[in-house]
């Protein structure tokens, strides 16, 4: 039973480049969060997609937006790309919103912006 | 963004030693978490404590969920190498707003001596 996939796994982009990371999630879930771990601190909550739709937004900017197929999996796009958005972006899935203790991460992508 | 406080930042031990780490908040949450993060991977669930003053072990691995909902620690009994890693602590409140988002900490990074 395949877990979270997430791709690219490492990733080099410029400034003000547009980047696109997928997920697919977990067989059997059906909502995807997206964090953003940068280098030696704990990940932080970008948004929560369930239903093609996002549920929840943490604190990041409106360059950074995401979507949602119809056989669940999501990408997240960052446009206008700063050296700061160098991070891991893990993506996490779980059955249902209610269902949070159940999330599942992926391994990340690695971006570097240069 | 806001994250949890937690401590030690890192420690050094042998194995063999007791492992106790803890997170604070200044928020209440109805969910604590514990996960591990290996290098090059997303975290793992290790425990999840639903109710204040719960206590739960995982084998080696024992949490309790603080009284006050605002706080919550995790020990390790009898380290082995394979416990390097890095440990967070994530809160988690269902309904309105926060529905589903996890509120990470800084990490503890373990690193256990033969």
């Known amino acids: 039973d395949a877990g979270v996939t997430q791709s690219p796994t490492h990733l080099i982009k410029t400034r003000g480049q547009q980047v696109t990371l997928r997920c697919s999630p977990k067989s059997g879930h059906d909502t995807v969060s997206w964090y953003q771990q940068a280098l030696g601190q704990g990940p932080q909550f970008i948004f929560q997609?369930?239903?093609?739709?996002?549920?929840q937004r943490g604190n990041f900017p409106d360059r950074f937006s995401g979507h949602q197929f119809p056989n669940y999996s999501s990408e997240l796009n960052v446009n206008a790309l700063l050296l700061g958005d160098s991070a891991l972006y893990l993506c996490a899935s779980s059955r249902s919103p209610d269902r949070g203790p159940g999330y599942t991460f992926g391994s990340g992508t690695r971006l570097t912006v240069v | 963004g806001q994250q949890l406080n937690q401590s030690p930042q890192s420690m050094f031990i042998q194995e063999g030693e007791d492992v106790s780490m803890n997170c604070t908040s200044s928020?209440?949450?109805?969910?604590w978490l514990w996960y591990k993060q290996d290098p090059g991977e997303g975290p793992v669930l290790l425990i999840a404590?639903?109710?204040?003053?719960e206590l739960t072990s995982n084998g080696r691995l024992t949490a309790q969920f603080g009284i006050t909902r605002k706080d919550s620690f995790l020990n390790i009994s009898a380290s082995i190498p394979s416990d390097v890693g890095i440990y967070f602590c994530a809160g988690r409140n269902a309904g309105g707003t926060s529905y589903g988002k996890l509120t990470f900490g800084q990490g503890t990074i373990l690193t256990v001596h033969p």
């Open positions: 928020s209440i949450f109805n969910t």
């Open positions: 997609y369930y239903e093609e739709e996002e549920r």
């Open positions: 404590l639903y109710k204040a003053g």
